[in-house]
């Protein structure tokens, strides 16, 4: 199982990036998708899930100017960021809970990250 993300790079304060992420390789079903970034130094912090019933739940720093959306027959997570501040600065990795086959235990899957640099 493996989980592609892309679309980050450098923006400037203000910008916008989407960024997207797809699962790969045998996976029996997904409940959650969603986004979490890290700084140097700091630990990973959640900006945005999307549980399996659709509900979204963001980071208070994100909210009203990130959107997730899932594509469910894709396999695939998003997520819409608007009026980026270098404060979101981070490598942002994508990942899903999910059941490899139907009776095994719900794994926490990661991708590998994407930069996303906001300049002053």
């Known amino acids: 199982v493996q989980l592609q993300a892309s679309g980050g790079g450098l923006v400037q304060a203000g910008g916008s990036l989407r960024l997207s992420c797809v699962v790969s390789?045998?996976?029996?079903?997904?409940?959650?998708m969603g986004w979490y970034r890290q700084t140097p130094g700091k630990q990973r912090e959640l900006v945005a899930v999307a549980s399996g019933g659709g509900i979204a739940t963001y980071a208070d720093s994100v909210k009203s100017r990130f959107t997730i959306s899932r594509d469910t027959a894709k396999r695939a997570v998003y997520l819409q960021m608007y009026s980026l501040r270098p404060e979101d600065t981070a490598v942002y990795y994508c990942t899903a809970r999910a059941r490899a086959r139907p009776l095994s235990s719900m794994i926490d899957y990661w991708g590998q990250g994407t930069q996303v640099t906001v300049s002053s």
């Open positions: 390789g045998s996976i029996f079903s997904i409940n959650s």
